[in-house]
């Protein structure tokens, strides 16, 4: 699905939220990157082609940047004549170096994988007009500039539901990073889901100002669960939340990747990220002279968002109930988030009867009714 975000939003993108997203520039990465090279199968031919990713974190993080290297990956296989590379642990304040390495490389196309590299990645791509961009979560465009990222709403509301149909407390527990977009709508999602099975549920957010930090993740996760939460959800890019909720007889669930194997009884399901089909025709596209700059936001039904496989402790009643709609998402039959939406003054922000829109979705700056927590002013 293409679509294009207008000058308004982009204002206020930047005037509200300067913080960086999934993974923003938390300072927890190295001073030198890590690097790794590889080239792809035996099979196929065409001319080849040099590929150069831009990681925040480290590939064995087991979320954000483990799923876009499960990606490059795929793109070794699919596309024998593409040869891959990679920076990891690679700060905003990096980033700039880190781009100048990969195009001295050779790499004919650059996929920086964290909001934070945006800015750097616009002034490069006016440096290197022969090199193609491809930014994760970003929003600013060039002619050899896309951006990328998934409708993570729609998986978000359906773990809202298990949360709401699993917690005996009423009192949900949220992990987020920085008090940007993605994390806002996820939230209200997260929210929203639970609501529509469960109006009493409240949702507590803790905002850590981090995308990688393992023991202040645990440390957010401990106080959620100590202050009555017994469900717990979150944008992260570790296993952390669910390790503390398993320790301490809750549940969680979790974002960029299927973490069963860190918590069996306490994963209920997650936000799953699959970025291998977009990667290999970003760079088949490259390959045979068809790329455009685009705005991309993959969807469920595309499968570059899934809903990842039920936890053991999940109910057939609350799989059943979910797989429906999720079936509901993946042909457009199921439309929850339609007014009246409330704030969290009980003020309504979206009138009976009112559909968001793609756009309303994006520029989403402000918590639905039962969330507590405050965003900064």
């Not at 190295?30 to 090279?37: V, Y």
Request: proline share 5%; aromatic share 12%; glycine share 12%.
């Amino acid at each position: 699905m293409l679509r294009s975000l207008s000058a308004v939003f982009a204002a206020l993108l930047l005037a509200l939220f300067a913080a960086a997203g999934c993974g923003g520039d938390d300072n927890t990465g190295g001073e030198a990157a890590g690097t790794g090279a590889t080239t792809g199968g035996e099979t196929g031919g065409g001319e080849p082609i040099k590929v150069g990713f831009l990681y925040i974190g480290p590939p064995g993080d087991a979320g954000w940047t483990f799923q876009h290297d499960e990606g490059r990956k795929y793109v070794e296989e699919q596309l024998p004549n593409a040869e891959t590379t990679f920076l990891d642990s690679v700060p905003e304040a990096n980033s700039g170096p880190a781009i100048d390495q990969l195009v001295s490389q050779g790499n004919k196309v650059i996929f920086a994988t964290s909001f934070g590299y945006g800015d750097t990645v616009i002034q490069k791509a006016k440096q290197y007009p022969d090199v193609l961009f491809e930014h994760a979560t970003g929003f600013q465009r060039a002619d050899n500039v896309s951006t990328y990222f998934v409708q993570h709403w729609e998986p978000s509301f359906l773990l809202g539901m298990i949360a709401g149909r699993m917690t005996k407390t009423n009192h949900l527990g949220y992990v987020g990073s920085f008090p940007i977009p993605e994390v806002i709508r996820d939230v209200n999602s997260f929210t929203l889901g639970a609501q529509s099975v469960n109006p009493d549920v409240k949702v507590q957010v803790v905002l850590i100002s981090t995308w990688f930090d393992p023991p202040k993740e645990k440390q957010a996760a401990k106080s959620l669960i100590d202050a009555g939460a017994d469900v717990l959800f979150g944008i992260e890019d570790s296993p952390s939340v669910l390790q503390e909720a398993a320790a301490n007889n809750a549940y969680a669930a979790t974002w960029n990747s299927d973490m069963t194997r860190f918590g069996p009884t306490a994963f209920l399901s997650a936000v799953e990220l699959d970025w291998g089909k977009h990667y290999v025709d970003r760079v088949k596209a490259a390959l045979d002279g068809s790329w455009e700059s685009e705005d991309y936001w993959g969807t469920l039904a595309e499968g570059t968002v899934k809903l990842a496989p039920y936890g053991e402790s999940v109910p057939q009643e609350v799989r059943d109930e979910v797989d429906e709609k999720l079936a509901g998402f993946k042909d457009g039959s199921f439309k929850p988030f339609v007014g009246p939406i409330k704030d969290q003054s009980g003020k309504v922000r979206f009138e009976d009867g009112h559909e968001m829109t793609f756009e309303e979705f994006l520029t989403w700056d402000w918590f639905v009714q039962g969330v507590q927590g405050k965003l900064p002013g």
